[in-house]
């Protein structure tokens, strides 16, 4: 992609704010939370302990950006990320969007280490076990290689046929030789 033009770079200057909206939400687990029972920013604050006025500003972006659904004063997980972006669907991503908001934190810190300001903090802290951690990867290679779920991306997304296509099928045979049974993530 060419940035050719003052508005193409501010446009990329600005991108990640939808990234970092996703990300809250994840973060949040929200999808879940809100899939299929629509609830008030009240209900949802008073659940995930979070700030009521702070939560409807994210829960407008994420509506707005069509993630989630706003009627009256209720959202919703919207139908067509239900089947990926809640915790409980069957091809979920959220492990993976979850790994991205690791990256997002790890990545926040780049100009520092060009400037060679941080020489090494180590890594971030996670929430997480590396138990947790390892069986979320685990699971997230398993059911990416399901077929269903390898069907499911290559007719969804125009191009991931020509992309992902052979390399979802030579991951698929590599992971059958393995002979591990899945782990599950609880």
């Given amino acids: 992609m060419s940035y050719g033009s003052p508005?193409?770079?501010?446009?990329?200057?600005?991108?990640?704010?939808?990234?970092?909206?996703l990300l809250s939400g994840a973060e949040l687990?929200?999808?879940?939370?809100?899939?299929?029972?629509?609830?008030?920013?009240?209900?949802?604050?008073?659940?995930?302990?979070?700030?009521?006025?702070a939560l409807t500003?994210?829960?407008?972006?994420l509506s707005a950006m069509d993630l989630l659904?706003?009627?009256r004063e209720t959202y919703q997980c919207a139908k067509s990320v239900s089947p990926f972006l809640p915790?409980?669907?069957?091809?979920?991503?959220?492990?993976?969007?979850?790994?991205?908001?690791?990256?997002?934190?790890?990545?926040?810190?780049?100009?520092?280490?060009?400037?060679?300001?941080?020489?090494s903090k180590g890594a971030v802290k996670s929430s997480r076990s590396p138990e947790k951690l390892q069986g979320g990867f685990e699971w997230l290679n398993s059911s990416f290689l399901l077929r269903g779920s390898i069907f499911w991306r290559l007719f969804k997304m125009?191009?991931?046929?020509?992309?992902?296509?052979?390399?979802?099928?030579?991951?698929?045979?590599?992971?059958?030789?393995?002979?591990?049974?899945?782990?599950?993530?609880?």
């Fill in 57 to 61: 500003v994210l829960l407008d972006a």
């Fill in 7 to 21: 508005e193409e770079g501010l446009r990329l200057s600005q991108s990640f704010k939808e990234s970092r909206i």
């Fill in 158 to 186: 125009n191009r991931s046929l020509q992309i992902f296509g052979p390399m979802n099928l030579g991951f698929r045979k590599a992971w059958k030789k393995k002979n591990r049974p899945p782990i599950t993530c609880s």
């Fill in 87 to 119: 915790e409980d669907a069957l091809n979920s991503v959220l492990p993976m969007v979850l790994h991205a908001d690791h990256l997002w934190q790890r990545w926040s810190g780049l100009t520092d280490v060009v400037r060679s300001t941080i020489v």
């Fill in 69 to 71: 659904i706003k009627k």
């Fill in 29 to 53: 687990n929200l999808f879940t939370i809100q899939n299929p029972t629509p609830l008030s920013a009240q209900e949802v604050a008073s659940r995930i302990g979070a700030d009521p006025r």
